[in-house]
């Protein structure tokens, strides 16, 4: 039996994947979790085979869960299963050891053999996403630029973003200032929508 770990915020479909899992002959799900900060918890006590990870979650994200999941349980490989095919998203899973990535769109039979595929060492990805990710390529943002710019999405002032990482005010609208040039747009709420829609954050 190929043993899953199942990371979803969302119950409905958590449950709903679940049970179609469950339906294969060859396929068994020994842990579900709804927060990303739980990923790891669960998989080091279920030893899972597989881990389906979703990317947007309570607590870490799917992404951070993924290198986690890389260093301290190598056997395990990871599969992003996600609402939000974003080119960036893609280069982030795989720079995060993930083996595939799929969007949630697509049949449950492709899931069923896409498990089978990450399990035996192949790389599984959405055709759509790679010609994508190729077309976008990497972000051109550094560390540092991403995390203020996330910092200034929900519309923070640059006093609280600069409290919130520690940084002086200075040094904060110098990398607004650069993520905004990089984006190519015309203020930090659109260069954050920028980044975000290309999956840079």
């Not at 039996?1 to 060859?26: P, S, W």
């Not at 979703?54 to 996600?82: H, K, N, W, Y």
């Amino acid at each position: 039996m190929i043993k899953v770990l199942l990371a979803e915020d969302q119950g409905m479909m958590r449950g709903a994947l679940a049970l179609l899992l469950g339906l294969e002959d060859d396929i068994e799900v020994v842990a579900q979790v709804s927060d990303g900060d739980d990923v790891v918890p669960a998989a080091l006590r279920a030893r899972p085979d597989v881990a389906l990870l979703d990317i947007e979650m309570p607590g870490r994200s799917g992404l951070d869960a993924a290198a986690e999941l890389r260093d301290r349980l190598p056997r395990c490989r990871v599969l992003i299963l996600t609402t939000f095919g974003r080119p960036g998203y893609l280069r982030r899973a795989m720079e995060a050891g993930a083996y595939g990535f799929l969007v949630k769109d697509g049949p449950v039979e492709e899931l069923a053999a896409a498990i089978r595929r990450v399990l035996a060492g192949e790389r599984v990805i959405d055709p759509a996403l790679a010609a994508a990710a190729l077309s976008t390529g990497p972000s051109p943002l550094t560390d540092r630029e991403r995390d203020v710019l996330a910092a200034a999405a929900d519309g923070s002032t640059v006093a609280d973003i600069a409290a919130r990482l520690h940084l002086s005010e200075s040094t904060v609208r110098n990398y607004l200032s650069s993520a905004i040039g990089k984006t190519g747009t015309r203020n930090r709420i659109e260069a954050a929508r920028q980044a975000r829609h290309n999956g840079w954050l």
